[in-house]
């Protein structure tokens, strides 16, 4: 008899006894102490001609951030569980200033590196450790130089735990208290803020997902002086950092973080832009099946073809495992494991976290996903991408440190890929047309979501970011913006917007990295034009493949697509055919819907 798979993660094999455990504790304290060790030992570095002592300090402080890094990670999975426990946000406080202390140290390791002469950083380079990690290294030996003396930067970096960073931990608290009161099942009930938009979104019913809608954008009005609030500070304070810097171009530390060049992303926005009007066509197409005459803003993620089917969890895993083996026995065995070694964590139930992510814990070499499994194919998209995570951090494992970090636009790269394995097989293999033209449509929204909305983001973030320079900005203000790019997204298809959407979208109050919308799309289309080349083909691309996702930490955006795709992302040609899956599907819907309006 086939055992069942549990639908609940394994955290005791990382920490026994969660946020009681005694290893927990002891590896705080060790941490602590490590950091104050390392910073000691960086102080009285002389800088030997061959750069040898450099080298061991330098691994040593890799295997330091590699133990942080899974601590933060852990503390994130237990959070996620249970988002009301105040012992964990104490436990998250203390991760978050090793790793405000961990950035100093990195700091001055980059005045160190700065400092060496071109010997000294020759000798360094020679190194078989060092050359694992040569472009890491180079990399932020060049942001120095645009940066502050060293001092004053370890200042801002210590300020911004109680400042910048402690905007961002205030944002996600009043998020985690947001309560909405919604009917359902002709009863009164309280939700968070992500129950209520997935029951907005997705009920079959327009009357309740008009409702909730309401009820969502009042709740949001109400609280929308204190979010401008708080985005007020969070860009006020990186605009401050940058005039300090002396730079000018908003978009330069997004660029740096996400290892992509400027033109690169004006050709991307340039195709996207041009191809706008297909997704117009195709919410005026969805309203016409939905038989409105305009969408709603909580119309647009709402299927215009359902699918009753309720997919069991050991059915889904099913689905998943297959499809990933029809790519490869390697990532349908590394599936397999995650499923069945307790990786996952899908239950739905209280209190736990709203959305999905993976947690990589790179001592122990395993990642942990997190979801609410609700029986959809959606939900099963979901495992796909965050899976696809995963198997990058398992291609990454045996990397020093330093070469695993990866840029966010390509850490996307992967879960898209896995992304489209399952959803395209799925389509393929529908059985009815209305089931067909349900899936075809989740393949549309996802495409869209990463070709109009995070790049109507993008634009939006800028403009804020520019109106901030002159002053605070009103939610009033925020809110206006919001809804002039509703337009921008949808064109004439909408008649009701929901103005305060920023205000629910994370990634615009991170401190950790800049403009965080963009690499979403960017890692979405250099990931379609990986799938297009290994479906072109065939196995003899499955080395490529990993190769790629091994170098993602030593390479920057351009030279992985010339290197791996023979293509010059300044040009729009590589764009244009990376937008083409979703406008192909757009106009497959167009045609099969025909006979439904």
């Not at 991760?95 to 405000?100: M, N, R």
């Not at 409702?211 to 002086?225: F, P, R, S």
């Not at 965080?516 to 990931?527: A, R, W």
């Amino acid at each position: 008899m086939e055992t069942k798979i549990s639908e609940n993660w394994d955290l005791d094999s990382l920490y026994k006894g969660g946020k009681a455990s005694t290893k927990l504790e002891e590896t705080i304290l060790q941490l602590k102490d490590e950091l104050v060790v390392l910073q000691k030992e960086l102080h009285t570095y002389k800088g030997l001609e061959d750069g040898g002592d450099l080298v061991e300090y330098l691994i040593k402080v890799q295997e330091y951030k590699l133990a942080a890094f899974e601590l933060d990670e852990f503390l994130i999975c237990l959070y996620s569980v249970n988002v009301n426990d105040p012992d964990v946000s104490k436990l998250i406080e203390e991760s978050s200033t090793l790793k405000a202390g961990l950035e100093s140290l990195l700091i001055d390791v980059d005045q160190v590196l700065a400092n060496l002469s071109y010997s000294q950083w020759h000798a360094l380079m020679q190194h078989k450790e060092i050359q694992k990690v040569q472009f890491y290294l180079e990399e932020r030996k060049q942001r120095v130089a645009n940066k502050l003396p060293l001092e004053i930067e370890k200042i801002i970096n210590a300020l911004s735990v109680n400042g910048f960073i402690g905007w961002e931990d205030h944002y996600e608290q009043l998020m985690g208290e947001l309560r909405f009161t919604v009917e359902k099942d002709g009863e009164l009930e309280e939700m968070s803020i992500g129950q209520a938009l997935s029951y907005a979104a997705f009920s079959s019913n327009p009357s309740i997902r008009q409702k909730t809608g309401q009820v969502v954008v009042k709740g949001l009005a109400e609280k929308a002086d204190s979010f401008a609030s708080i985005l007020n500070r969070i860009i006020g304070f990186r605009l401050d950092v940058y005039k300090q810097r002396g730079w000018n171009n908003v978009l330069k530390e997004s660029m740096e973080q996400n290892r992509v060049n400027e033109t690169s992303v004006h050709a991307m926005l340039s195709s996207i832009k041009e191809n706008r009007e297909i997704a117009h066509t195709f919410y005026k197409r969805k309203a016409q099946v939905m038989k409105i005459d305009k969408l709603a803003w909580y119309d647009t993620e709402s299927p215009s073809f359902h699918s009753s089917k309720i997919i069991p969890y050991d059915e889904a895993a099913k689905i998943v495992i297959n499809q990933f083996y029809q790519f490869s026995e390697k990532l349908g065995q590394f599936a397999e494991r995650a499923f069945h070694e307790g990786w996952i964590e899908a239950e739905d139930r209280k209190g736990k976290m709203h959305g999905g992510f993976c947690a990589y814990m790179p001592i122990k070499k395993e990642s942990r996903i997190f979801l609410t499994y609700t029986g959809s194919y959606q939900d099963i998209v979901t495992i796909a991408h965050e899976l696809g995570h995963a198997y990058h951090n398992f291609i990454l494992q045996d990397e020093p440190a330093f070469a695993q970090e990866v840029s966010t636009s390509m850490a996307e790269t992967a879960s898209t890929f896995a992304e489209n394995l399952v959803l395209d097989a799925a389509i393929a293999q529908a059985q009815t047309l209305e089931e067909k033209l349900f899936l075809l449509e989740t393949k549309i929204l996802n495409g869209l979501k990463y070709q109009v909305m995070v790049p109507g983001m993008f634009e939006f973030e800028q403009k804020l970011y520019e109106l901030r320079k002159r002053g605070s900005i009103t939610a009033e203000d925020i809110s206006g913006i919001m809804a002039n790019m509703f337009k921008e997204f949808y064109g004439e298809a909408l008649a009701e917007n929901n103005p305060y959407l920023w205000m629910t979208i994370p990634q615009i109050f991170s401190t950790e990295l800049a403009f965080y919308n963009i690499p979403y799309t960017i890692g979405y289309l250099f990931s379609n034009g990986i799938y297009a080349q290994a479906k072109e083909q065939g196995e003899s691309f499955l080395e490529q493949y990993d190769s790629l996702l091994q170098n993602t930490g030593k390479m920057n955006v351009e030279t992985l697509a010339a290197t791996y795709l023979n293509q010059d992302l300044g040009e729009r040609k590589f764009w244009d055919a990376s937008l083409q899956p979703t406008i192909e599907a757009i106009h497959e819907y167009l045609r099969l819907t025909e006979e439904f309006i």
